[in-house]
């Protein structure tokens, strides 16, 4: 039996026409093509989406589960989230509200390496809430921000992170202001103990992500900050499988 994915959206429609919408968008996820011009029975059978169910949430909205072959995906992540959201993501009445993965999809792409426990033990603080804040604003040079880096540290700030909005600029080079940050937190946990973290952002194509993370295990810095959307979540998938000592954070940008 192929294994088969759900994914749950819901859809704004009169309700006499739900079940041939329903339909639509089972086939427009799946093979994207009038089902009277596939000849083939495996694509028949088992590529092409299937109604599981509807549900009324309120008038005129419907929870539509949908069930999708698992090997569309083809066990890669960005893969995953084009079946899940394809054409179907231009319609304004439909909106992808859940997705209920099979275990062999579970198992490759996996979850938190470190989770909560790991943040907490990088920073010694095993019950108390967390506190992290960002590096702003845009344009200054990496000595400057080092010392407000210093400076939040000293407040006892945790995580401290790039603005997701530096990268490579000309203000402030990735290299540079790694190695400002890093020294000055370095410097400071050596004279008072205080052990906070830098969080660069990684930027640029996946060849300059991995250059700035071995530039960030060279100066002892094991946490980087990745936005998915826009590295690509197959990319970022990648980084993390390649990196298993190194905690990412995921910024939400688009």
Do not use: W
């Not at 086939?27 to 009324?56: K, N």
């Not at 290299?175 to 370095?186: D, H, I, K, P």
């Not at 530039?215 to 979540?233: F, L, N, R, S």
Request: proline residues 6%; charged residues 25%; aromatic residues 4%.
């Amino acid at each position: 039996m192929h294994p088969r994915l759900q994914a749950i959206y819901l859809v704004r429609c009169d309700a006499p026409a739900i079940e041939e919408r329903a339909r639509a968008i089972a086939v427009e996820q799946s093979v994207e093509m009038p089902l009277s011009a596939i000849a083939d029975d495996f694509v028949r059978s088992q590529i092409v989406g299937r109604v599981e169910g509807i549900t009324e949430r309120q008038d005129r909205l419907f929870a539509v589960r949908i069930s999708l072959a698992a090997e569309t995906a083809g066990r890669d992540p960005g893969q995953l989230v084009n079946m899940l959201f394809g054409n179907t993501s231009l319609h304004e009445d439909v909106e992808l509200a859940d997705v209920v993965l099979p275990k062999d999809l579970i198992a490759c792409f996996g979850g938190p390496r470190h989770g909560l426990h790991e943040l907490r033990r990088r920073v010694g603080a095993p019950a108390r809430a967390l506190t992290s804040s960002p590096l702003k604003p845009q344009g200054l040079p990496p000595a400057g921000l080092a010392r407000l880096a210093e400076d939040f540290a000293q407040a006892g700030i945790d995580y401290i992170k790039d603005d997701h909005g530096l990268a490579e600029q000309a203000y402030s080079p990735f290299l540079a202001r790694l190695e400002a940050v890093a020294r000055a937190l370095r410097n400071l946990e050596q004279r008072s103990g205080r052990a906070a973290r830098y969080v660069p952002s990684l930027s640029g194509d996946l060849d300059t992500m991995r250059s700035q993370i071995a530039a960030a295990k060279d100066v002892g810095v094991d946490t980087v900050m990745v936005a998915p959307m826009i590295a690509g979540v197959s990319n970022f998938h990648r980084l993390i499988c390649e990196n298993p000592t190194v905690a990412f954070i995921a910024h939400p940008t688009l």
